[in-house]
């Protein structure tokens, strides 16, 4: 999952099929660090967790994410390419949500929180609320600065002031110990009720106190909606 090399091509989960929405995240340091995807992916932003440079155990993160709607059931892995400044530690990941036959993809609505507080507590609040009610999808993710916070002992624990949430989906964890050493953290979970009033805030405990702790968290909200056609019926007069 993380590499110092040039490139990374996280695989596309298997079961993918036509119109599937596929998010891709990255996350990495430095903080300035460039990359770029291959042409059909959107951007949902970028987020970082401060300016500290890049160094073991320490250093300010960087995190981005893209969507795509899958136009056939063998979409090909995108690599995520390395830019200026080159990486020190990077990791990328593709998850892969289905709809219904007659649901229609929204666009997903990303929110970026830093947590920059020494500790083995992790805790984000996003910058805003990006609209959630139920049958919505949220994807979490983050990036720490240190292996010495990962694997988390608890998942990224999401709360959204008038969301009720489903079981969370299992998490996706890995660390780099190359370069200045990261740990990163994906998962998902549903919306079963409620209309969100908030912006949502999540919290996470690693397994040990590292370095400074530095982290960026993305949240990212996810809809599929059933279309619906009036017709009217127009009389029409001939003069």
Known sequence: MATTAASAAPAIPSAQVTN??????????????????????????????????????????????WWKIATSDTETNPTVTEGSPVWDNVSAAVCVFSKGATEVWSDPVGVFAADEVTGTALSFTYSSDPGGIAGDYVFLGCAINTDAMGPLTTDLVPVWTGITFGTADTGIEGEGITGGDASYHYMSRPVTSGT????????????ATGGADRAESIFVRLRAYTRTQTFLNMARTRV
């Open 196 to 207: 969100s009033s908030a912006a949502p805030t999540s919290t996470g405990t690693g397994t």
């Open 20 to 65: 599937d929405m596929m998010i891709l995240i990255a996350g990495g340091k430095p903080f300035d660090l460039g990359w770029s995807v291959p042409v059909g992916w959107t951007s949902l932003g970028r987020g970082q967790s401060g300016t500290t440079a890049a160094g073991i155990d320490t250093g300010s993160m960087a995190v981005q994410a």
